[in-house]
Each structure stands twice: as structure tokens, then as C-alpha cells.
């Protein structure tokens, strides 16, 4: 919803009075934030209030950026007319934008740099393009887009020489790309191989399936191929070896649950717990 009904919901998990909302925000209960930025200077200031003569309250903004610990302040790297394009893990700027939101300095501090830093907060600031960290010393440039060329297309349209310790290195260029990012197994999924772990003592195999989301065939290969590949080295258990599996938050889509099945029943054949 937009207007006076911008917090309007459905399908949400919590429902919270305003007043405890913003309690909760002044005491630090966000790990991480998502905002928007205006303008950042070479101190990393942010200014999302004042453009040119118009000047907007800055809502829950200061509350939200000052007491989480993880802040992302997320925009263009410039404004009014940019055009950008997005093909084959690269993105391309087809028209620039005429207004530079990298400055010498902001003409109002909606979020300071210097209280951040001093607070110990982790703070970013992302665009199309690239991305800067704030460190003690200024913004440092840790990463760049594929196709976008640093100097013509980043530093030239700075009002200021951000820090360079080391070359950016390059965005991921799924990103840039139309497939999956694959961000549930970059982030949360434990790799395959290391769900297998066989305890001497007791004499069992553990699999720990928790929260394994099987939703990829390829998944339930890796599985089969992985408890195959434990038997080939150790061929003495083969056949007699008491499996415990985890199955805590294991869900398994439906067009797969056949395949996973019938992977499964291999197993146990192959443990003796069939």
C-alpha cells in the first residue's frame, strides 16, 4: 500500500502498535537495515531529507539507522534520467544520470558517519554499480559490477577520491544475471558432504537432514552419491551399520517426492536399516 496506508500487510508474522515498533527499533533489535540514501559525501554522511529547497522528515529513518548494527544504505550512484541494462552477467550504463549523489559534502546529516563509527556499526552503501564501506579512514570502494569501468564510469563522477586499499573485486555476476542466484544454499544450506558423519564410538551413522529443503533433483543425487561415496571407503560397514537421520525442518517439494523416496530406500539398503 502507498500514501497514509504504506503499512498495510497481509500473510504477515507479527502485527506491533507503532509505539513498540519504534521501542523496539531504539533498542537495538534489528541485526540488519535497508534504507535509501539521497546524497553521501567522502565522510560518509547521508543525507535523505533535503534536495535543493525541499526538505522531507526523515520518518523512522534516524531510529532504524542508528541503533542496528548492520546498516545497507541502498540507491543509484546517480539520478535524474539514468538508464542502465542488464544482460549476460553484466550490466551496462545505457544514459547516464545528470545529478552526481556522491558529494564533497551533504548539505544535512540525516545519518552520520562519525556516530556510526563510534557506535561500531557495519555500514555499506550499494548501487547498480558498485559498492562502498564505511571505514575510519572514509568510504572505501570493496566492489565493482561486471562492464562498469572504474574510472570513466565510478571515480570520474565523485566529488571525491573514495579509499582504494585494494583493487573492488567484481559483483557476483548472478546478480547480473537471469537465472537463480542460489541465495538459500550460498547462505543457509550446509553442504552435502558434510550432513554425513559416521561416530566410532557408538558405531552409527548420523545424517543430519535439518532443514534440508529438497526442491533441485540434483539434491537428492548429491545425498545418494555421498553416503555411497562414505561405503566405498569404509566397505566393512556396508550393510550393517545403524543410520539416525534428522528429518527437523526436512521438507521435500512434490515432484520430487518419488525421487527422494526411492534415493532413500537405496540408502537404507546400503546401511542394513532397510
Do not use: W
Amino acid at each position: 500500500a502507498s500514501g497514509l496506508d504504506f503499512g498495510a500487510a497481509v500473510n504477515y508474522h507479527a502485527l506491533i502498535e507503532m509505539n513498540q515498533q519504534f521501542d523496539f527499533y531504539n533498542g537495538g533489535g534489528l541485526d540488519v537495515a535497508f534504507l535509501g540514501m539521497l546524497q553521501v559525501d567522502s565522510r560518509g554522511h547521508v543525507n535523505v531529507t533535503r534536495a535543493g529547497d525541499t526538505v522531507k522528515g526523515p520518518g523512522g529513518f534516524i531510529d532504524i539507522s542508528q541503533s542496528t548494527r548492520r546498516v545497507n544504505l541502498l540507491g543509484t550512484f546517480t539520478a535524474s534520467g539514468l538508464e542502465v541494462e542488464v544482460s549476460d552477467g553484466r550490466l551496462r550504463i545505457v544514459k547516464e544520470g545528470r545529478v552526481r549523489k556522491f558529494v564533497r559534502a551533504v548539505p544535512e546529516v540525516t545519518f552520520s558517519a562519525t556516530e556510526a563509527l563510534a557506535r561500531g556499526q557495519h555500514v555499506r552503501y550499494i548501487t547498480e554499480r558498485c559498492v562502498f564501506e564505511l571505514t575510519p579512514e572514509g568510504l572505501e570502494l570493496i566492489e565493482v559490477a561486471p562492464g562498469i569501468d572504474v574510472q570513466t564510469q565510478v571515480l570520474d563522477l565523485m566529488d571525491f577520491a573514495p579509499v582504494m586499499k585494494r583493487p573492488p573485486r567484481l559483483m557476483d555476476p548472478a546478480i547480473f544475471g537471469s537465472g537463480r542466484m542460489g541465495l538459500r544454499e550460498k547462505a543457509f544450506e550446509t553442504p552435502t558432504a558434510s550432513r554425513l558423519r559416521y561416530h566410532e564410538a557408538a558405531g552409527t551413522l548420523y545424517l543430519n537432514l535439518r532443514g534440508f529443503h529438497v526442491s533441485r533433483g540434483e539434491q537428492v543425487a548429491q545425498l545418494e552419491a555421498a553416503v555411497v561415496a562414505f561405503f566405498q571407503q569404509r566397505p566393512d560397514l556396508a550393510g550393517r551399520v545403524p543410520c539416525f537421520a534428522s528429518y527437523d525442518g526436512f521438507d521435500c517439494c512434490e515432484t520430487l517426492a518419488e525421487e527422494y523416496a526411492a534415493a532413500a530406500a537405496r540408502i537404507a539398503r546400503l546401511t542394513g536399516c532397510s
